[in-house]
């Protein structure tokens, strides 16, 4: 998983180290600006690419751009996204 692929650099890295031999990875991207510059680099069959961020819940959050390709939660509605929930292990 790819979570916050941004441009799909991390996931093109990844696809190099490991020489291509992966079964999938699943790149998540909340802004649509994002996730259409990863689909120009990642169009391999294997990556699938979510227009969407990843919580601890299912709903929506509110983004404020950090500056550097990163986002914060805020408590504006400058940018509202949808997210999904990850599984996470204790």
Same mark, same amino acid.
């Given at each position: !998983?790819?979570?916050?692929? %941004?441009?799909?650099?991390? /996931? ?14 699943? *790149?998540? &991207? *909340? ?5 259409? @510059? /990863?689909?120009?680099? %990642? ?9 969407? *961020? ?5 709903? @929506? %959050?509110?983004?404020?751009? /950090?500056?550097?390709? /990163?986002?914060?939660?805020?408590? &504006? ?9 990850? !599984?996470? !292990?204790?």
């Amino acid at each position: !998983m790819d979570c916050g692929c %941004l441009n799909g650099s991390t /996931s093109r890295n990844f696809i190099r180290w490991c020489n291509n031999e992966y079964k999938h990875i699943y *790149a998540f &991207e *909340a802004e649509e600006n994002k996730i259409a @510059e /990863s689909k120009k680099g %990642l169009t391999e069959d294997k990556v699938i690419l979510y227009n969407l *961020a990843i919580w601890k819940e299912k709903g @929506e %959050l509110c983004l404020a751009e /950090s500056g550097g390709g /990163s986002n914060c939660i805020s408590k &504006e509605r400058e940018t509202v996204v949808n997210v999904e929930i990850a !599984m996470i !292990m204790y």
